[in-house]
Structures are given as C-alpha cells and as structure tokens.
C-alpha cells in the first residue's frame, strides 16, 4: 500500500540508498534530474517553446540545474535563473553549476527585483526553487520571483513541491506559493497534495518512482497510506456457484422524511446493487409507495406518517445503515436516542444520525465498536468543533475514531478513512461526484458491503475506492456536469470489472522491438482477474 512518509523519512530513505548501492548523492541527483528531464522530453519530443528553469540553492535547485542540462544537451530552448536564497549552497548544487558551466551553459543570477525575466504565458516554467526543505514562509526576492511566476500564465512544472509549500504544515502566506499546474513529486504521494487547503498550489500531481530503498521504504512507520486499486482487489471475494441470498446478509435502511425520500431510495438501490442479500428500508408511511416504485427489489417497513419515529425494527438486520434524508424532527431524536439505547448490530452512520450525535456527544458511546460514520467536513465540523487547519482536522479524525473504536469516513476530494489511529486516503473520484444525493449512495454502498460480511474497514475502503471509480469510468460518455448519484450505482459493474482488470503490461521499448519486431499490442495483458 503506498505509504506517505514524513519528511524526516525521505531524507532517510536518500541516505540508504547512496549507502546500499554505494553511489554519492550527485549520481542521486543525476538519476532523479533525468527522470524528470525526462518526463518533460517525452510530451515535448523536441518543441522549440522556451523553457525558463527557476533554481533555489539547495538540492531543489540542483535537481533544476540537472534538467537545464539535460534539455539544453538535446536542444531545447532553455533559460535557467538562480534566485540568490541566502549564502548557502548546497554541495550538490555547486557541483551541478559546474557540470552546466562545463556545456558552455551560464545560469542567470537573480539578485534584485529589476532582473526578475520576463516570462511569457506561452513558456514553461519548470519550479526548482524549494522541495522538502523549505523551512520558512518565502520573502523578499523569492516571494517576488513565485508572484512573477504565479502571474505569468505559463504552464507551471513544479520539481517534488510547488516552492512554498510546507510538506508538513500548512502555508501562512498563501500568495509565496508557487502555483503548479502539474507537480513530480518523488517517491511517495506527499500530505500536503491531499488537503483541501491545499487545493490552489497544483492541478494535479503524480509520483516518479526514483528508485529510493525499497527495504527503507518497507520498513518505515506511518500512520498515513494512499489506497490504490491493487489495495482493494485482494479484498474482493468471488462468488461460489452454489451461493444464495441467504449469505449475503440482510442490509437495513433506516432514514427519509417528507420530501427527502429520495435520498434512502438511493442508498437501498446503491445496497441491493453493491450483493447484499436482502435489503429492507425502514422509512415513514410517506414514502411506502415511492421506494416500493422505484426500488422494487427491496422491501419496506414503515414508521410514523411524516418521519421516523419509532424505529421498530422488526428484522434480523445483518448491519443497520441510518441517517440519510431522516431530519432532525423532535420525535425522531427521541426515537433514535431509544433506537442506540437498544442497538446490537453494526451501523453505518450518516447525515442526520450524526447531525442529531452531534447535538448530544453522549450518544457516541453508544455506537457499536467497528460501526462506520461517513460525515462530509459540515457534517464533521458539527461533530468535533472547528479545526485551525487541515492537518489539525486530521488529528482530529484520527483521534475521534481512535476514541470510539469506529471507523471514519471523512468525505472529500481525497476521503479520509480513519481507523485505529490512522488514516487511508482514497484515490479515486472526480468533481463529477459533487452532486446531490451521491453520499446516499455511499452508505448505501458502505452497507450492502457490510452485509456481506466484508470487515467494516474493509467495506470503507472498497466502498470508497468503487464509489469514486464510478466518476472515473463514466467519463468515457459523461461530462462531470450530466453525472448524477444515480449514476454511480449503474456503473457499478463497471467499476468491480474494472477492478478485476490486470493492469496493462508495460513492455519496455528495447524489449518489444527485439521479440522479431511483434509489437505489443495497446491492450495486451488486459484480461480477467480470474
Ligand atoms: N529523496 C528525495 O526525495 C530526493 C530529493 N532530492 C531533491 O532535494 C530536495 C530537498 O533538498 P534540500 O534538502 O536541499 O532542500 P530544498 O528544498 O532545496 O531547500 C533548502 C534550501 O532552501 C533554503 N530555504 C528554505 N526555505 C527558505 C526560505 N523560505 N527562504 C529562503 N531560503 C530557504 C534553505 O536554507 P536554510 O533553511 O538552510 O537557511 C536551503 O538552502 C527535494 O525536494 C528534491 O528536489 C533529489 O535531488 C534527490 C532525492
Ligand atoms: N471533487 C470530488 N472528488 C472526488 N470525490 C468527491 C468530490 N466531490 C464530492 N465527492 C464525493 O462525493 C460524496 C459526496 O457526499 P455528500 O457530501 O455526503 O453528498 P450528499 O449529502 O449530497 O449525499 C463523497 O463521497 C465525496 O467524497
Ligand atoms: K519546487
């Protein structure tokens, strides 16, 4: 599972590996410079635009120096400037001024304002001006080189980190953060990338494996992991041919009011539709006919007239989803406070389960252990108080969840699980997942996962990675907009399938031109799981 170490540990992941593969750090340096280098030849393949590489001082602006190397040997345009940081340089640095000096290549010092360059939106901006190291919030000079590169319009390339950012903590001054359109960040997926703070210093990012120690890597505590599919696949389970219903679990429903039927109609279609055995929706009289319409596979109890009341529930539930469209009425405070009293069964809480939890915080401790809450960060913020900033709002989840012996599902761009103290980020989904009714439709997911008797951390993490890949997949004939909660329980399918799907052999270029020139097909290697 892909780990998101601290900064601390990258800087101790590049010792061991200089150490076991008895290379210096320049031959580090060099590796990780070219790869970036790169990544930029191969979607440039040659284009004459020019390309203005900002350089810091420190190793940050060593790697920039490599890549001004790099591109200038294979005839790019390239216009390289140092920001003059203070005295230091880093060894690796000065070694890498050399070797640039040594092609003839003298890099533009930048030293006041008036010799900032020009930069044009047609340019590209390749940002080595600070990575992990960043100790202080940029000023002077360096804030006034991010704000030119900032207004230029250019496509910004930032090196390991948009300069400015904190690995580890949140940025003071937000306008001395360079803002990237696309981030190489090294080794391992970064905290900072998956916060919402964050949101504005990249578009997007990804990870260039730079062949950092694998036995460190292995090795390294975190309590913070980035959930890919090869994460959740092994989780899945297959179906036997001489399964039936009866072992699929019996998933509940409890939830709607007057006017918001629709949202526990959803979460009983997302149950059925995810395998649960058997779903039943426990709902006010009001909405008997509607969700017996729209949801025929499922079956109803009802409650008082206009909303929940009573919450009798007359079925031997395998876990118990509650909350979506419910309100917050007086009578059904009344009757959910009775309802957890009495409650045995695993629960996946939502909305306004949690938004009436939050109004009276004893009722957490009558949550079942392993229960899971799926709260948006409203949702949240009503339950613990307001946070100074994200990485305060983490600690916050973590230690909510630790307290309770609950999971905890922190909805967003990058969802939180939070379970025993740490947190899982997913990594599928896209804006097309901002819709009404689509976290319905996760609990529902949530649920009917439980009912199969997926381990509730378990069911989170599926239940999220399946729930965001549905965006994903869409896309093919979607646009974000036209994507509704629906949606994603129709894709569904697609997205278990997808999930199933080995991934696409890479076949090295070398190595598919000397098997007698049979070329690799795009698709090869796509075949069923089983
Ligand atoms: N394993 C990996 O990931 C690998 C990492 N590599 C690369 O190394 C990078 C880390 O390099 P790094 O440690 O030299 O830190 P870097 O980011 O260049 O900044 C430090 C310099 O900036 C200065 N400085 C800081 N803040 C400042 C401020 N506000 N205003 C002014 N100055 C400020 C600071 O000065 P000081 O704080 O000491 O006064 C120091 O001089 C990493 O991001 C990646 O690009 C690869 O090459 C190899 C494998
Ligand atoms: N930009 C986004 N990227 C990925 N997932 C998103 C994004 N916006 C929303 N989501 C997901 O959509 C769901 C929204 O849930 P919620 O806010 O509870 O919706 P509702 O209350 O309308 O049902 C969550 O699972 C959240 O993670
Ligand atoms: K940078």
Redesign the pocket.
């Known amino acids: 599972m892909p780990k998101i170490l601290s900064v601390k540990q990258?800087?101790a992941?590049?010792t061991a590996?200089v150490k076991k593969n008895d290379i210096s750090?320049i031959d580090?340096?060099e590796h990780?410079?070219t790869l970036c280098f790169q990544w930029i030849h191969d979607r440039l393949q040659g284009d004459p635009i020019t390309i203005q590489i900002f350089c810091?001082?420190?190793?940050?602006?060593?790697?920039g120096l490599v890549i001004a190397r790099h591109l200038k040997q294979y005839g790019y345009n390239v216009k390289t400037h140092i920001i003059n940081?203070?005295n230091?340089?880093?060894e690796?640095?000065l070694k890498n001024y050399d070797r640039l000096k040594e092609i003839g290549v003298w890099a533009e010092m930048i030293t006041c304002e008036s010799e900032l360059p020009a930069v044009s939106e047609n340019d590209m901006v390749v940002d080595?001006?600070?990575?992990?190291?960043?100790?202080?919030?940029?000023?002077n000079l360096?804030k006034k080189v991010i704000e030119h590169i900032n207004g230029s319009n250019a496509f910004v390339l930032s090196?390991?980190?948009p300069?400015?950012l904190y690995a580890e903590k949140s940025v003071t001054d937000t306008v001395s953060v360079v803002k990237a359109y696309h981030t190489l960040t090294?080794?391992t997926p970064k905290l900072a990338f998956l916060l919402p703070e964050n949101r504005y210093y990249t578009k997007t990012w990804e990870v260039l494996d730079?062949g950092?120690d694998a036995e460190y890597i292995y090795n390294a505590k975190t309590d913070n992991y980035l959930l890919y599919k090869q994460d959740i696949k092994p989780m899945y389970r297959f179906r036997e041919k001489f399964s039936h219903k009866g072992e699929f679990g019996h998933a509940v429903i409890i939830g709607g009011s007057y006017g918001k039927m629709g949202a526990v109609t959803l979460s009983t279609k997302a149950a059925i539709s995810i395998g649960s055995g058997l779903v039943t929706a426990h709902i006010p009289q009001c909405g008997y006919q509607i969700i017996q319409t729209s949801v025929p596979e499922i079956m109803v109890e009802v409650d008082a007239e206009n909303e929940m009341q009573k919450f009798d529930i007359n079925i031997n539930a395998t876990v118990i989803g509650i909350g979506v469209g419910m309100g917050t009425h007086i009578e059904t405070v009344k009757g959910f406070t009775e309802f957890l009293n009495k409650n045995k069964v695993p629960l996946v809480l939502d909305a306004d389960a949690l938004n009436i939890i939050s109004k009276n915080k004893e009722l957490l401790k009558l949550v079942p252990e392993n229960s899971v809450l799926t709260p948006h960060p409203k949702e949240f913020e009503r339950l613990v108080g307001k946070w100074k900033n994200d990485y305060d709002k983490l600690k916050k989840l973590r230690s909510l969840s630790k307290k309770h012996k609950i999971i905890i599902v922190l909805k967003g761009a990058y969802s939180a699980i939070a379970h025993e103290g740490a947190l899982f980020f997913n990594s599928t989904g896209n804006p097309a997942l901002s819709t009404a009714g689509s976290g319905d439709v996760l609990t529902g997911i949530i649920t009917g996962l439980i009912a199969q008797n997926y381990h509730p951390f378990e069911a989170a993490k599926m239940g999220v990675y399946l729930h965001g890949k549905t965006s994903e997949l869409a896309m093919k004939t979607k646009v974000y907009e036209t994507f509704i909660a629906s949606d994603i329980i129709d894709y569904l399918s697609s997205a278990i399938m997808d999930l199933l799907m080995k991934e696409p052999k890479v076949v090295p270029q070398k190595e598919a031109e000397s098997k007698n020139d049979k070329k690799a097909k795009p698709d090869e290697g796509t075949e069923m799981y089983i």
């Open positions: 990258l800087y992941a590049d590996t750090f580090l340096m990780v410079g810091g001082t420190g190793n940050n602006g060593g790697d940081c203070g230091d340089r880093s690796v640095f080595a001006i600070f990575g992990l190291g960043l100790s202080r919030k940029p000023e360096i090196i390991d980190f300069s400015g090294f080794q730079i950092l």
